[in-house]
């Protein structure tokens, strides 16, 4: 927690922050559990896994199952035996995970890749980029989400 507090400004502020992301996940069905969060894990790995996985197909269900390990279980998602038992519960073969995982296959291509996000302003999850021109940080309504997108396709059809 130390890291937020420099990051955020104070105690008080992470906590404020804290209290409104579970306001909004809780309306979503999320239980948010920043408490549990011992460790700031390293996400490169997690990050590779969900590229691995996405090369297979939708890996939207391996996403929120990180998502749920990290906030809601306070597990370390760079830990690559928790990235094996998430993945295997979302039904990827453990076997082939591990090895993807133990190997240095993508580690330039995701970290580049985590580069131009980072050129793009995002520092923090979740954040969604609307066609590489504008983006929203942090929790939001879904309403926020879908006016924005809606603005963001409206703006790609006055282009064509």
Not at 79 to 84: E, F, N, S
Request: charged share 25%; glycine share 8%; with cysteine.
């Amino acid at each position: 927690m130390p890291f937020l507090i420099q990051k955020f400004g104070g105690r008080e502020q992470v906590e404020a922050i804290w209290q409104r992301i579970r306001g909004v996940g809780a309306t979503l069905g999320i239980d948010y559990r920043f408490e549990k969060i011992r460790i700031r894990a390293n996400t490169l790995m997690a990050h590779r896994l969900i590229h691995w996985a996405q090369r297979q197909g939708d890996a939207t269900a391996l996403v929120e199952e990180l998502f749920k390990a990290q906030f809601e279980r306070g597990e370390n998602v760079g830990d690559r035996m928790v990235l094996a038992w998430v993945a295997t519960a979302c039904g990827y073969d453990r076997a082939e995970v591990l090895y993807y995982l133990d190997s240095d296959e993508d580690i330039s291509l995701v970290r580049d890749m985590e580069h131009e996000a980072r050129t793009w302003g995002v520092n923090s999850v979740p954040t969604f980029i609307f066609d590489r021109q504008s983006g929203i940080q942090g929790a939001e309504d879904p309403m926020v989400l879908a006016n924005e997108i809606n603005r963001a396709f409206a703006a790609t059809d006055n282009q064509d």
